[in-house]
């Protein structure tokens, strides 16, 4: 599993695989845990607009990207 983040080729299984990865080498905790910091900085940065439906799917999204890792 060789690629580099700007190749921009995404397959099925790659999620997976760095999560494989992250975890056999005992990163996978820390990894989460800047990935939580990093979501709470994105929602904390929506909080200027005011709440609707716009904003309430990219909160969702937030989310989504954050707990797919676990």
């Known amino acids: 599993w060789q690629k580099t983040?700007?190749?921009?080729n995404i397959e099925d299984n790659d999620l997976q695989q760095a999560i494989d990865l992250t975890t056999?080498?005992?990163t996978h905790e820390e990894t989460?845990?800047?990935?939580?910091?990093f979501g709470e900085k994105a929602r904390l940065s929506l909080d200027i607009f005011p709440?609707?439906?716009?904003?309430?799917?990219?909160l969702h999204v937030v989310d989504f990207c954050i707990e797919r890792g676990n």
């Open 5 to 8: 983040l700007g190749e921009g």
């Open 24 to 26: 056999k080498y005992a």
């Open 51 to 58: 709440d609707n439906q716009l904003k309430d799917t990219l």
């Open 32 to 37: 989460m845990a800047r990935a939580r910091n």
